[in-house]
Structures are given as C-alpha cells and as structure tokens.
C-alpha cells in the first residue's frame, strides 16, 4: 500500500519527540542523558528529515557532512547517512524507500559525491545503490594461549595510565595523525572528539569505567589504548576479560606495546576486540591467530551520487583506462556508459559513447570503490560482466589498495 506520509525537514524543537522514535524502532530502550546530550548536538538538522502520518512522526532519517579519505589520500565529501528507522506500525508502505529518495536528491543539490552508511541489516540498502565497502575484524583473544612477538624498539616505549578526559587531546592528536593511513576513515568535525568518550553504564556489562594508557618515547605520545576490564572469578580462579575500545599508534612499536601491555594485564585471560582492520597489524605481532576468534562482519556500505566525480576523486593503484556501463535506476543520473581514464596521479571520469569494456550496477562500484572489495570477486559472484577480454583483471588491480580501507567508529 502507498504511504500517505509526508516528509519534512526536522526542526530544532522536534528534536526530542523524534529522536525517541528512533529509540522505539530500535527496542525502545532509552539511551543514556550522556549520549542523548551529545547526538542532539551532532544532529545536523538541515540535513534530516521525518516522515509523517498526521502528527504522529512515523519515520526518521539525517545525514552527517563528513569528508572521507579515499585512495591516494583525499578527503572527498560524503553525506554520513544515520538516524534511519520507521515505525513498526508502517512498515512496508514505502516511507523507507520515499525518504532514501528524498535524501539522495538532497545529498546530489548539496554537491557531496558519496552517500556513506553503516547498516543494522546489511541486506536493507542494496536496493538503493549502496555496496559494502569495508570489513571489520572481531577478535575473541586468548590471552592465556597466544603471546605477542614485538619488535625491535617495543622496550622503549614508555606506558602509563591518564585520566580518559584529561588525555583525550593528546590522544585525539594521535587519531588526526592516522586518519589519512586507511581509506574509508573520517576527518572528524569539531563535536565529534566526544563520541571515542561516551562511556555509559549501561552499555559496560559488569566493566570497569573506561581506562586510558598512553605510550610515550622522548616525552611525546606516539599512540593511546582506552579499554573497560571486566573481573570475573570462578572456583580455579580468576578468568577476568578486557573489552578494547579503541588503540591507535604512530609506529609499529608502540602498536606492539600497548597490544603486549593489554595481553599481559593480571588476572585476565581474554581481550575482546569489536571493530579492527581487516589486515590489522596484530595479525602479524600474534603468536597464534587460531586463538583469536577472528571474525569478519560488513562495516562502511558506499553510494556513488555523482559517479564521475567520485570515480575522478581518487587515484588507482595501476594505469587504467576502461568505459564503464553502468545500470543505477534509483539514481538514473548515473546510468550509462563512462569513460575511465586514471593512474596513481589522478583521474577523469567522462560520458562516453564508446563500446564498454565492463557492465555493472552502482552498488558495484560503491563496493569497490574504496579498494577492499576487488572487482574480480564481484564477477565471481555474477555481479560484474566483462565486455572486453582483459579489462576485469586491469579495472580490479587498479581499484585496489594497498591496505585495507576501514571505519574506525560508527555515526
């Protein structure tokens, strides 16, 4: 049945009244005065809108303005899609997919050529052109099995405890110095230095408030681990566990250290990690990866809105020139075929009547466009078709990149 809901940007005022509907449709568990403090202050809202049936708000959906790094290391902007729910009691009537309308004809007047998301459900946003670009590692480690093998330099590195509030410029200084390393990261906004900090009770499971340990070489800190622990005990003893929050270093020595520091801590015998790279480091430094539960999930899913700009906004690994037809219904702007000219320098990205040399979709190119997704698996998966002999295996080396793009935190 068709919605009769209409759509309207969110006012100030209404803020409360909608935020709580995202909280029903999300279990009705109200969030923590803390949290609900910072993301009314976060809401950008000129960019979200509700959907209503009557007075009665039936739909929420914003959009953050963020600027994310992309392969060869520019920022492109990106609208930050978040805040989506609709009622229970109006599901599949439309008011989704009307209000991802909405949104991506705002995202592509607004001039931003990418639309980025994390999904409750990774099967949601597909329809509407969005493909999963990163990946993130879950880590259950035992800590009694496996050991770390540090490097060279990792005695040097000086360890110890800082307040969480009173060292978060320091270690905020540290994050802005890693952001450029990973595509798929976020230059944060002034605001958004509170969210590593939020630390609610309720969310902790027993835990420790959050800890905070500095490394430091010549006076200087050169990397950061805020982690909860968590006692626990039983009849041989103590089993405690510890629940890493977030680790950043400059150098793979302090990487090591803090990692070394978190297997040794006492009484403990596990470190759970919820959202590392998927080539994360740690890998490599471990001592036995079958004893760290490693798990892999969908993290950052990517939307083309203005495909030759985002296409020309980032470099390639390899020389590639190639036309691209491209089937994008939700954004029809996108469709047809475009000629892709680009190197490690820099690209273009232009309309073309040329023969194409691969056929597929938008949500294709959002998958692989920060390079962890190559394009050879999306063929695999009947997902590309190759046109020309040749072009698949040159068009996925070039989209690819050297390291694993990844998503530090969520919005």
Same mark, same amino acid.
């Given at each position: ?28 568990? @109200? ?15 000129? *960019?979200?809108?509700? &959907? ?13 303005? #963020? ?6 290391? +520019? #920022?492109?902007?990106? &609208? ?5 729910? %609709?009622?229970?009691?109006? *599901? ?15 995202? !592509? +007047? ?8 994390? +999904? ?13 670009? $990163? ?24 360890? !110890? ?12 200084? %540290? ?51 805020? #982690? ?14 510890? $629940? ?16 070394? #520091? ?8 596990? %470190? ?29 899913? %990517? ?28 954004? @029809? ?5 475009? !000629? ?12 073309? $009547? ?12 959002? +998958? ?44």
């Amino acid at each position: 049945m068709a919605t009769a809901t209409e759509l309207r940007m969110l006012q100030r005022e209404q803020w409360d009244r909608w935020y709580g509907k995202l909280e029903l449709a999300f279990g009705g568990v @109200p969030e923590s005065r803390e949290e609900r403090e910072l993301w009314s202050a976060l809401t950008e809202c000129d *960019r979200s809108m509700g &959907a209503w049936d009557g007075d009665e708000c039936v739909g929420t959906a914003g959009a953050f303005g #963020f600027h994310v790094s992309v392969p060869g290391g +520019a #920022f492109v902007p990106a &609208a930050g899609v978040t805040m989506v729910s %609709v009622a229970a009691t109006h *599901r599949r009537r439309g008011v989704l997919t009307s209000m991802m309308r909405r949104q991506l004809d705002d995202v !592509r +007047a607004w001039g931003e050529p990418l639309a980025v998301l994390t +999904a409750s459900e990774p099967d949601i946003y597909g329809r509407f052109g969005y493909g999963i670009a $990163t990946h993130q590692l879950t880590l259950d480690i035992d800590t009694t099995r496996a050991r770390i093998a540090a490097p060279p330099g990792t005695d040097d590195v000086r360890l !110890r405890f800082a307040p969480v509030e009173e060292s978060a410029g320091a270690c905020e200084a %540290v994050y802005l110095r890693t952001i450029g390393s990973r595509p798929g990261m976020f230059a944060r906004k002034p605001g958004w230095e509170r969210l590593p900090l939020l630390d609610p009770a309720s969310e902790r499971e027993g835990a420790s408030p959050m800890q905070c340990v500095l490394a430091e070489r010549d006076g200087e800190v050169v990397g950061y681990v805020r #982690f909860h622990n968590k006692p626990e005990w039983d009849a041989f003893g103590p089993g405690g566990s510890i $629940t890493l929050r977030q680790i950043d270093a400059l150098d793979p020595a302090a990487y090591a250290a803090l990692w070394r #520091f978190l297997f040794d801590i006492d009484l403990t015998s596990r %470190v759970q990690a919820r959202n590392r790279p998927v080539d994360d480091p740690l890998l490599g430094l471990v001592t036995d990866v079958r004893r760290c539960g490693v798990r892999v999930r969908d993290s950052l899913h %990517v939307r083309l809105v203005d495909l030759a700009a985002a296409l020309a906004a980032r470099t390639y690994q390899a020389p590639v020139e190639l036309v691209l037809e491209v089937e994008d219904a939700f954004c @029809p702007w996108n469709e047809g075929r475009w !000629r892709l000219m680009g190197d490690a320098k820099g690209a273009s990205c232009e309309r073309t $009547t040329a023969a194409a040399d691969l056929a597929l979709s938008a949500r294709e190119l959002g +998958a692989a466009y920060l390079g962890g997704v190559t394009l050879s698996s999306l063929a695999a998966a009947g997902r590309v078709r190759e046109l020309r002999g040749g072009a698949l295996a040159e068009a996925s080396v070039a989209f690819g990149s050297d390291v694993a793009p990844w998503l530090p935190h969520g919005f």
